[in-house]
């Protein structure tokens, strides 16, 4: 399986950038897919989960409003909407698949078998 994260770059504050996340060796549509995102000297912070077999998504409080993720089955990618970007969400983007037998609205790092390589957001003022 692999999961090739794209979309990333120089951005302004207040502008948009799209994150892909083309997955090879599995299927998009049968299993939960997350974005992660990490600062220089931060944890891995979960930011976005859209979940297989149906489209109900997940976003925290902390992008809420302004990140959305969706799914293109036809393509096998899982995107990443993100609008009204800030300095503070300048990062690493990573994007992941989870184990499939976890349930339920679990986010942790650990609970995602495959990663893709991570794609640098730089916002800039």
């Known amino acids: 399986v692999q999961l090739q994260a794209s979309g990333g770059g120089l951005v302004q504050v207040g502008g948009s950038l799209r994150l892909s996340c083309a997955v090879s060796?599995?299927?998009?549509?049968?299993?939960?897919m997350a974005w992660f995102r990490q600062a220089p000297g931060k944890e891995r912070e979960f930011i976005a989960a859209?979940?297989?077999?149906?489209?109900?998504?997940y976003i925290p409080d902390s992008v809420k409003g302004r990140f959305t993720i969706s799914r293109d089955n036809a393509k096998n990618t899982v995107h990443l909407q993100m609008n009204s970007l800030k300095p503070e969400d300048t990062a690493v983007y990573y994007c992941?698949?989870?184990?499939?037998?976890?349930?339920?609205?679990?986010?942790?790092?650990?609970?995602?078998?495959?990663w893709g390589q991570g794609t640098l957001v730089t916002v800039s003022s």
């Open positions: 992941a698949r989870r184990w499939s037998w976890i349930v339920g609205s679990s986010w942790s790092s650990s609970d995602f078998v495959h």
């Open positions: 859209i979940r297989g077999r149906g489209s109900s998504t």
């Open positions: 060796g599995d299927t998009v549509s049968t299993y939960t």
